[in-house]
């Protein structure tokens, strides 16, 4: 049996309060940090020709525990708590992996 296919959600948001957002992140990750499951990495992008538009690229390691998480209760009260953050509501982009190349 193959396994499980490596899952990425991409959050697409905009926002002047960037420094509550990440202190609003760094409570989730506490929070996360004794939960099994959930994502394993975190890439957040800030747009160079956007102000205040940025990009959360979260992996998991499937779409099943991406699943999981997004239906736990701390992640729903922290994505509340986000959106109220956000100049508009954020978008998400489901993505499975395909292929990774490590160049270094």
């Given at each position: 049996m193959d396994a499980p296919m490596k899952f990425v959600q991409i959050l697409d948001f905009e926002t002047d309060r960037i420094?509550?957002?990440r202190e609003l992140a760094q409570q989730q990750e506490e929070s996360m940090a004794?939960?099994?499951?959930?994502?394993t990495h975190r890439l957040v992008l800030k747009d160079r020709n956007q102000p205040n538009r940025y990009f959360v690229v979260i992996e998991f390691d499937s779409y099943d525990e991406a699943m999981a998480n997004s239906e736990h209760p701390d992640t729903t009260k922290?994505?509340?708590q986000m959106a109220a953050l956000?100049?508009?509501p954020p978008t998400f982009t489901d993505c499975d992996v395909v292929d990774v190349t490590e160049f270094k």
């Open positions: 420094d509550e957002m004794a939960r099994s499951g959930g994502p922290f994505a509340e956000c100049a508009k």
